[in-house]
Each structure stands twice: as C-alpha cells, then as structure tokens.
C-alpha cells in the first residue's frame, strides 16, 4: 500500500505543474471557462475595461473604454481617494443601459464606454494629479464575469483624453448602486 501512495504522490507533484503551464487537456479535452484553452480567449481586466482620469477644480472624472463584446455592471463602481486630505462626493453614474442576466435578472450595464464622475472635497485646494483608486465589474457577452476588480489612477487636472472629447450623454446625479 506504500509504494502504490507513493506513486500517487509523484504522479501529483509530475502532473500538477504541467496542468498549470497547459500542456495536456484539462477536463478530458472539453474547454470550460476555467481550462487554459478557454482562460486565452477573454482578455484580462485590465485589458477588456481600460480607465483614464482627469479632473478640473471641482471635480474627479473616470471614464472606461469596453471592448466589443464586454460590459461593465452599473452597480459596481467606487472610487476612493489615497490623497490624504482628500475625498469624493456622490458618484453620479448614467442610467446605463437594461438588460436581463442569466443569474442577475434585471441589471444595466454599460457598453462600449462610459464615464462616471464625483465633487472633489478637499480641506485645502488640490495641485498635481490626485491619485485615486476605482473599484469596478465587467462580463464578457460570451458569460464570463470577472470578479470585483481596481485600477489605481492618477488623475491629472485638465481635459479628458482623447476618447472621452465629447461630453457624455448623461453623467446623471442618481445614487450610487441604483438601477
């Protein structure tokens, strides 16, 4: 019985690691949302939802670009400052959009982008960028969801990048978290 424990052992210490760099079919060849063959075909986080910030004396914007395919949840975001001295107000969020969620029911969503912002509360007036972390969730169309993610940004004073030159449609003034 020893040496046949001791085999199962060394076949676990052989098998694991090469499981992990992919190099034989997880799941008797079937590709599930968790084998390497499927983990290739969704793009990181950080990759799928990139953020920029900016800011002008009163207040704090964040805008998303989604790739195709991909969606942010609505209910997901909060910003934090890392300034000391420095907080946020009230996100205002726009509507985003409905749609119905295998697991989630009723939810909006953002497509393609969006941008969100808050009042700048300060105790003294801000110089430099403010460095700030956003805390969002996003899906994949295809039914991966990531779990809660958060990028650290600076936000420089000053206009918005490039691909948020125009203004929103709606940066509302609704709660954060409601529909």
């Given at each position: 019985?020893?040496?046949?424990?001791?085999?199962?052992?060394v076949?676990?210490?052989?098998?694991?690691?090469?499981?992990?760099?992919?190099e034989f079919?997880?799941g008797?060849?079937?590709?599930?949302?968790?084998?390497?063959?499927?983990?290739?075909e969704?793009?990181?986080?950080?990759e799928?939802?990139?953020?920029?910030?900016?800011r002008?004396?009163e207040?704090?914007?964040?805008?998303?670009?989604i790739?195709?395919?991909?969606?942010?949840?609505?209910?997901q975001?909060?910003?934090?400052?890392?300034?000391?001295?420095?907080?946020?107000?009230?996100?205002?969020?726009?509507?985003?959009?409905s749609?119905?969620?295998?697991?989630?029911?009723?939810?909006?969503?953002?497509?393609?982008?969006?941008?969100?912002?808050?009042?700048?509360?300060?105790?003294?007036a801000?110089?430099?960028?403010?460095a700030?972390?956003?805390?969002?969730?996003g899906c994949?169309d295809?039914?991966?969801?990531?779990?809660?993610?958060?990028?650290?940004?600076?936000?420089?004073?000053?206009?918005?990048p490039a691909?948020?030159d125009?203004?929103?449609?709606?940066?509302?003034?609704?709660?954060?978290?409601?529909p």
């Amino acid at each position: 019985m020893n040496t046949a424990l001791a085999s199962l052992l060394v076949l676990l210490f052989v098998a694991t690691p090469i499981a992990a760099r992919g190099e034989f079919p997880v799941g008797g060849g079937k590709i599930t949302t968790f084998s390497y063959s499927a983990q290739r075909e969704f793009l990181p986080a950080k990759e799928a939802f990139r953020a920029s910030a900016w800011r002008d004396d009163e207040r704090l914007y964040v805008g998303f670009i989604i790739a195709e395919d991909y969606y942010l949840h609505r209910y997901q975001f909060a910003l934090d400052s890392r300034d000391p001295g420095v907080s946020f107000g009230e996100l205002a969020l726009p509507p985003g959009e409905s749609m119905v969620h295998a697991s989630l029911g009723e939810i909006y969503v953002f497509h393609d982008q969006v941008v969100v912002s808050a009042s700048i509360e300060a105790s003294d007036a801000v110089a430099g960028p403010l460095a700030i972390t956003v805390t969002f969730q996003g899906c994949s169309d295809r039914g991966l969801c990531y779990p809660p993610d958060q990028v650290e940004l600076d936000s420089l004073h000053g206009s918005p990048p490039a691909a948020f030159d125009s203004p929103p449609r709606d940066t509302g003034n609704s709660e954060k978290g409601a529909p």
